[in-house]
Structure formats: C-alpha cells, structure tokens
C-alpha cells in the first residue's frame, strides 16, 4: 500500500509540492498525493488555481520587459483580473 492510499497529505505539504507538481517533476505517487489532495481541499485548490494563473500571467509578460517594477505591476494586474486578492494563506 502506497502513502497516498494509506495516509492523506496535509495543506503544507501538498503547497510545499506545488510548484514542483505544475513543473512535471514529482513522482507518481507524490503527483497522486497531491492531486488527491487538492480535489478535496478548497483552501489548496485555491493555491493551485492561483500558481496556474501566475505562471500563465508570468508566461504572458515575458515580452522584453526591462523594468522589474513593470512586469511585477502586470502580473499582479493579471492575477487581479481572474479574481485573486493580495493575500493567500496556507493553512
């Protein structure tokens, strides 16, 4: 039995992993946990819409931007467009 049919992940854990989960590079049994996770967890769900839409935002801006402030002021426009507010919290 594998720790993810055994033994649920925590909000911690699964935020701590998210990055590397939108990245491709978890294993498949950290890529269940947290998927698992995230499908019954809206605070975490929350936190992964907001990685998805930050890293399209991100992707998005990429266009040679030689002003850190500006691109930093287009991306939080993006995020604030889809409906995210400044502050997200890990439980």
Known sequence: M????????????????LWDYLDGELDAVRLAEV???VERCAACSEHMQF?????????ASRAEVA???????????ALQREGFSSTLHVR
Not at 2 to 17: F, G, K, L, M, Y
Not at 51 to 59: C, G, V
């Open 2 to 17: 594998t720790r993810a049919e055994s033994e649920p992940i925590d909000c911690r854990t699964a935020v701590q992993r």
């Open 35 to 37: 998927t698992a996770h």
């Open 51 to 59: 990685a998805r839409t930050f890293l399209s935002a991100l992707s």
């Open 67 to 77: 002003d850190a402030t500006a691109l930093r002021a287009r991306v939080v426009s």
